[in-house]
């Protein structure tokens, strides 16, 4: 069966628990590192990865995102959305069309 995971610190992750999502709550960007690999190592087909997590392994992030599965996406945390997202769906948009229709040139929100 196909799961779904969520990585993030533990002021997040409680609420993803009861949706029943594998949820993994981390303190270190190696701790998050190791649970995103688990993750694709095992059935997961999305995994949401909180932005400030996300920040600190970037690197791991990028590896995972070249692959099929799971896909990768960025939630804001406890604190609220530092742009990160945004800017992502900015960038595949851009990339998908070959211009920025979303923010035309504009700072992202």
């Known amino acids: 069966m196909s799961k ?3 990585i993030g610190s533990p002021d997040t992750a409680p609420v993803f628990r009861p949706l029943g999502m594998d949820v993994a709550e981390v ?6 590192e190791a649970a995103l690999e688990r993750m ?3 059935d997961h087909v999305l995994v949401l ?8 392994m970037a690197a791991a992030v990028e590896r995972v995102k070249r692959r099929p599965l799971p896909v990768i996406s960025l939630v804001p945390g406890a604190g609220g959305s530092r742009g990160t997202t945004i800017e992502a769906i900015r960038k595949l948009v851009e990339r998908a069309v ?3 229709i979303l923010f035309k040139g504009e700072d992202v929100p």
């Not at 303190?27 to 998050?32: I, R």
């Open 49 to 56: 990865l909180e932005e400030d997590v996300a920040r600190d």
């Open 40 to 42: 694709c190592r095992g």
């Open 98 to 100: 070959g211009a920025d």
């Open 4 to 6: 779904v995971g969520f």
């Open 27 to 32: 303190h270190t960007a190696e701790a998050a």
